[in-house]
């Protein structure tokens, strides 16, 4: 089974996501990226694994011994090479230093395979992606004009997440300190 692990986007901020999104296709006929999965934040990116009971311990565990890490703050837009855009979110060091372990302890008890290596966390919400070189540069440039809320989201909770079919739908959610 494919899984990863999310801090899935509350509130305003889901709202938010979601009308830009909306904005986006409309403007310039792309797809809508929550579509597959709601607005997220992705902690440990997708794998293969057999062993999510053990998965499952390690992040039930790993959360409860925590009473949250602060908050994620959107910060503007960035993007990853050409085919990516994406709400630029800004994250504390302790959070860094949790992905980070909970990476480690994953690895540690679940053999996984991934399409793609395992890049330093670079926290993100995903705006549009699969996009054409052209397409991409005329997004980045719209999104250049819109103006970012003052959001910060509480690091409460992390969810895993389960791949059925082209969606993907929680497997558990795991709130810090429970």
């Known amino acids: 089974m494919r899984y990863f692990i999310a801090y899935m986007v509350p509130g305003d901020a889901a709202v938010w996501h979601r009308d830009v999104v909306e904005e986006l296709v409309r403007r310039f ?14 902690l440990v990116p997708p ?22 890490l602060g908050s994620f703050r959107v910060v503007g837009f960035g993007r990853f090479g050409e085919r990516t855009v994406f709400t630029d979110v800004r994250a504390e ?7 980070d372990d909970l990476r480690t302890r994953i690895r540690g008890v679940a053999p996984m ?31 250049q004009g819109i103006q970012v809320p003052a959001l910060a989201l509480p690091f409460d909770a992390a969810v895993i997440l389960r791949r059925v079919g082209n969606a993907w739908i929680t497997e558990k959610l795991f709130p810090f300190g429970a």
């Open 29 to 42: 006929d792309i797809r809508r990226v929550y579509e597959k999965v709601p607005p997220h934040i992705t």
């Open 47 to 68: 794998f293969e694994t057999e062993h999510i009971d053990a998965v499952k311990a390690v992040v039930g565990e790993l959360l409860r011994q925590r009473r949250g």
């Open 93 to 99: 060091e302790a959070m860094y230093r949790f992905v």
């Open 113 to 143: 395979t991934s399409e793609e290596p395992v890049h330093p966390w670079r926290p993100h919400v995903t705006v549009a992606d699969q996009l054409a070189s052209e397409e991409a540069a005329r997004v980045w440039e719209y999104v």
